[in-house]
């Protein structure tokens, strides 16, 4: 399985097979053969440039397999954009946020009467940092339990074998490594003519750190980040607004599940404005003032906010690594080629997570790093992209993996589709959050399941047993048949896999 896995992922590489000549073959060969010589020098068998999910998992994974590993991070704290300024912190702001907001809208439905409910901004801020803190102290420590060289500082190649790294204390050093990733990572895509200042203006970094809830907020891109940071700041009490130039939100969803989700999140007074270009944004005010017209051109308008968040994506890091130095080949979106060992076409320089082709996610870069060292290492790793989960942390939330209708209508695969709302799941129903559903998409004539998408509270968490079912090549009827515990919300995938292959019992 796993080789046939490798098989189906090299579809996403931009490059050529850079193993497949005699040479790089023999170049390959040789690079493995000195991975495991005893050297007695200062030379690392592995380091990682990056200490994000990618770099840091690779580092362990690395260690744990008896290579002598160093890490270099620029941040001078682990865990890279996702711990520090990305996942971590916001799901923190995400749970706080949605606390509040159940408490000032919902407690009463259950009997609980507060006669007030106020938002402790710099309180709930100290409580996600406090949650970030700790988990970047919880990699170091499985540094050291693993033997991980951490070198704290920025580092750039010398040579495909030797790295110079600025240290944060101002002193510089010289890393040497039979095999080095880079594992740098991705920063905030910026939009022409819209310069990011951190206050009025903010990335997704500024949304985490605001000083005070916005009257008004306006979100650019209707993706993942957007809609989640959206709704932290929309439930704590600002009105949101979400510009977008494509017809969509989140692009990358099911049609009907995005349709859906777009109406649960208007009904939380999120307004969209999408086929939206934005032309120009003037912050020299008080607040913020943009203009936007129709994407196909037209008449413009004048949006005002007191802070606007820029979430238009993301961009491989990879400048300032003089990559081009010792020849690393890039593609016009700035991502390193590889090979389906994770290798560049210089021999030793692998590169893993989003600098190079493939979902920009914490978890598959995690998949990455472990399947690159295995392959140092002499083993056989496998990532398959076309199984890695995807969630939005909204409530509800969504998730999918696999592909949707539109993918396959678009293949022109013959397929079946079982559907089940949470309506009608005795669970939800029970603790009055019943609002989604879960839609299994199944091959037709082997009824083999094809994607699966789910709408619904704590979807990120219900997915990965569909994860775990496309991955065994596993039929509707396989989950169907197997004994889920009542009454849970899980039991909705059990009734939409009934509904692919048969009929659902409970609609």
Same mark, same amino acid.
């Given at each position: 399985?796993?080789?046939?896995?490798?098989?189906?992922?090299?579809?996403?590489?931009?490059?050529?097979?850079?193993?497949?000549?005699?040479?790089?073959?023999?170049?390959?060969?040789?690079?493995?053969?000195?991975?495991?010589?005893?050297?007695?020098?200062?030379?690392?068998?592995?380091? *990682?440039?990056?200490?994000?999910?990618?770099?840091?998992?690779?580092?362990?994974?690395?260690?744990?397999?008896?290579?002598?590993?160093?890490?270099?991070?620029?941040?001078?704290?682990?865990?890279?954009?996702?711990?520090?300024?990305?996942?971590?912190?916001?799901?923190?702001?995400?749970?706080?946020?949605?606390?509040?907001?159940?408490?000032?809208?919902?407690?009463?439905?259950?009997?609980?009467?507060?006669?007030?409910?106020?938002?402790?901004?710099?309180?709930?801020?100290?409580?996600?940092?406090?949650?970030?803190?700790?988990?970047?102290?919880? *990699?170091?420590?499985?540094?050291?339990?693993?033997?991980?060289?951490? /070198?704290?500082?920025?580092?750039?190649?010398?040579?495909?074998?030797? /790295?110079?790294?600025?240290?944060?204390?101002?002193?510089?050093?010289?890393?040497?490594?039979?095999?080095?990733?880079?594992?740098?990572?991705?920063? /905030?895509?910026?939009?022409?003519? *819209?310069?990011?200042?951190?206050?009025?203006?903010?990335?997704?970094?500024?949304?985490?750190?605001?000083?005070?809830?916005?009257?008004?907020?306006?979100?650019?891109?209707?993706?993942?980040?957007?809609?989640?940071?959206?709704?932290?700041?929309?439930?704590?009490?600002?009105?949101?607004?979400?510009?977008?130039?494509?017809?969509?939100?989140?692009?990358?969803?099911?049609? &009907?599940?995005?349709?859906?989700?777009?109406?649960?999140?208007?009904?939380?007074?999120?307004?969209?404005?999408?086929?939206?270009? /934005?032309?120009?944004?003037?912050?020299?005010?008080?607040?913020?003032?943009?203009?936007?017209?129709?994407?196909?051109?037209?008449?413009?308008?004048?949006?005002?906010?007191?802070?606007?968040?820029?979430?238009?994506?993301?961009?491989?890091?990879?400048?300032?690594?003089?990559?081009?130095?010792?020849?690393?080949?890039?593609?016009?979106?700035?991502?390193?080629?590889?090979?389906?060992?994770?290798?560049?076409?210089?021999?030793?320089?692998?590169?893993?997570?989003?600098?190079?082709?493939?979902?920009?996610?914490?978890?598959?870069? &995690?998949?990455?790093?472990?399947?690159?060292?295995?392959? *140092?290492?002499?083993?056989?790793?496998?990532?398959?992209?076309?199984?890695?989960?995807?969630?939005?942390?909204?409530?509800?939330?969504?998730?999918?993996?696999?592909?949707?209708?539109?993918?396959?209508?678009? &293949?022109?695969?013959?397929?079946?589709?079982?559907?089940?709302?949470?309506?009608?799941?005795?669970?939800?129903?029970?603790?009055?959050?019943?609002?989604?559903?879960?839609?299994?998409?199944?091959?037709?004539?082997?009824?083999?399941?094809?994607?699966?998408?789910?709408?619904?509270?704590?979807?990120? &968490?219900?997915?990965?047993?569909?994860?775990?079912?496309?991955?065994?090549?596993?039929?509707?009827?396989?989950?169907?048949?197997?004994?889920?515990?009542?009454?849970?919300?899980?039991?909705?995938?059990?009734?939409?896999?009934?509904?692919?292959?048969?009929?659902?019992?409970?609609?």
């Amino acid at each position: 399985m796993a080789m046939a896995s490798l098989a189906r992922r090299k579809a996403y590489f931009l490059t050529r097979n850079l193993s497949n000549s005699p040479t790089d073959a023999l170049r390959f060969s040789f690079s493995l053969s000195r991975g495991f010589a005893s050297s007695g020098s200062d030379e690392n068998d592995v380091v *990682i440039i990056g200490g994000g999910p990618g770099g840091y998992v690779a580092a362990i994974k690395a260690a744990q397999l008896g290579l002598k590993t160093t890490c270099i991070e620029k941040r001078g704290a682990l865990g890279g954009t996702c711990l520090n300024v990305g996942c971590i912190p916001s799901k923190a702001l995400l749970h706080s946020s949605h606390m509040y907001h159940e408490a000032k809208h919902s407690f009463a439905n259950h009997g609980i009467k507060v006669s007030s409910v106020e938002v402790d901004l710099p309180a709930m801020l100290a409580q996600k940092d406090n949650a970030v803190k700790n988990l970047t102290r919880g *990699i170091e420590g499985l540094f050291k339990k693993n033997k991980v060289t951490y /070198v704290k500082g920025y580092g750039k190649f010398i040579s495909p074998n030797e /790295v110079s790294v600025e240290t944060i204390d101002g002193g510089n050093t010289v890393v040497k490594g039979k095999h080095i990733i880079v594992a740098t990572g991705s920063d /905030v895509k910026s939009l022409p003519g *819209i310069t990011i200042d951190e206050k009025k203006i903010v990335s997704s970094t500024g949304a985490l750190s605001l000083s005070e809830v916005p009257k008004k907020l306006i979100v650019i891109g209707a993706g993942y980040i957007g809609l989640e940071m959206g709704s932290v700041w929309g439930r704590l009490g600002s009105e949101v607004t979400v510009v977008e130039f494509a017809g969509d939100i989140v692009p990358s969803m099911d049609g &009907e599940i995005r349709k859906q989700f777009q109406r649960s999140l208007e009904k939380q007074k999120m307004k969209f404005m999408l086929k939206t270009k /934005v032309v120009s944004v003037d912050s020299s005010s008080d607040g913020v003032k943009l203009t936007v017209e129709p994407a196909e051109g037209g008449e413009q308008t004048i949006l005002e906010a007191d802070v606007v968040l820029v979430s238009a994506g993301r961009t491989p890091f990879t400048s300032g690594l003089d990559l081009e130095k010792i020849g690393v080949e890039t593609d016009k979106a700035g991502r390193i080629l590889v090979n389906e060992r994770f290798l560049s076409n210089v021999p030793g320089v692998y590169a893993i997570g989003d600098v190079i082709p493939g979902p920009m996610l914490a978890h598959k870069a &995690e998949e990455d790093g472990v399947a690159c060292v295995e392959f *140092i290492a002499g083993k056989h790793g496998h990532v398959d992209y076309d199984k890695v989960p995807g969630v939005v942390y909204t409530h509800p939330e969504v998730a999918s993996v696999g592909k949707t209708e539109e993918q396959l209508k678009k &293949e022109g695969v013959s397929y079946r589709v079982g559907k089940f709302p949470f309506m009608a799941n005795s669970r939800a129903k029970a603790i009055d959050n019943a609002e989604g559903l879960v839609k299994i998409l199944a091959d037709k004539e082997t009824d083999k399941i094809l994607g699966v998408h789910i709408m619904s509270p704590n979807a990120g &968490e219900l997915i990965h047993e569909a994860v775990l079912a496309i991955n065994y090549d596993a039929s509707s009827e396989d989950i169907a048949r197997v004994c889920h515990a009542h009454p849970t919300m899980s039991e909705a995938l059990k009734e939409a896999a009934m509904a692919t292959y048969d009929k659902p019992i409970h609609i």
